[in-house]
């Protein structure tokens, strides 16, 4: 059923493409994609935060999204289980916002897809139906959570290099023409636009070239 279908999509993962490989070496990139997908799993999830479990006459649940009915339980023990179902909800999604500033912190190009899954958060937020307050709430966990995440990487940095804004390409940009990767000189630590010839060639190189391809 569902547990060898999801053992057979890791074991197709991990071992049909290089992230097994990429495990085993001492790089960060591995991390900061574990990071990204966990915070995209979080936020997929959300939309479980509609539902409310119907109690019972036992005190058990049903599973089914209708409310709490009244004359079940009081008012207070209601809403003492909202609460706690907001406060879970919170915390889930903060430690979403925490894993996309970790992935930052991690890998700074990470930024680009942290933004994309910032506006998916944003638009998972504004369709679910759930009270304005609720939306709130929400929003607010998951930007402290991302307010931490990028703490880890300021705190690091003046820790380091006394500054908030560096990376340790920057070291490779001040070494010049003769730095062990000169081609970081270039734009934003390394990050330019160099022709539709360079982006096709990366592209090529890393989707059905032999030595990093992902589908070679």
């Known amino acids: 059923g569902d547990l060898i279908f999801s053992v057979l999509t890791v074991a197709a993962i991990w071992l049909g493409t290089i992230c097994f490989p990429f495990s085993t070496l001492f790089f960060s990139h591995m991390q900061a994609a574990a990071l990204l997908v966990l915070a995209f799993t979080v936020i997929f999830g959300l939309r479980d935060c509609e539902k409310e479990p119907r109690a019972s006459a036992s005190g058990g649940t049903s599973g089914q999204p209708d409310r709490l009915p009244t004359r079940v339980l009081a008012s207070g023990d209601t809403s003492v289980h909202k609460h706690r179902l907001l406060t879970c909800a919170a915390l889930k999604v903060g430690i979403a916002g925490w894993l996309c500033g970790f992935a930052v912190a991690t890998e700074y190009p990470t930024v680009l897809i942290v933004v994309l899954l910032c ?17 709130f709430v929400l929003g607010a966990a998951f930007c402290v959570g991302l307010a931490i995440g990028g703490a880890i990487l300021v705190a690091y940095n003046l820790a380091v290099a006394g500054k908030i804004l560096w990376t340790p390409y920057d070291e490779y940009a001040k070494a010049g023409a003769t730095a062990a990767f000169p081609e970081h000189r270039l734009g934003l630590e390394g990050v330019h636009w160099a022709g539709w010839r360079n982006l096709l060639n990366v592209l090529a190189e890393i989707t059905i070239r032999p030595q990093r391809g992902l589908l070679y």
């Open 119 to 135: 506006f998916y958060f944003a638009a998972t937020l504004l369709f679910l139906r759930v009270s304005a307050k609720k939306r």
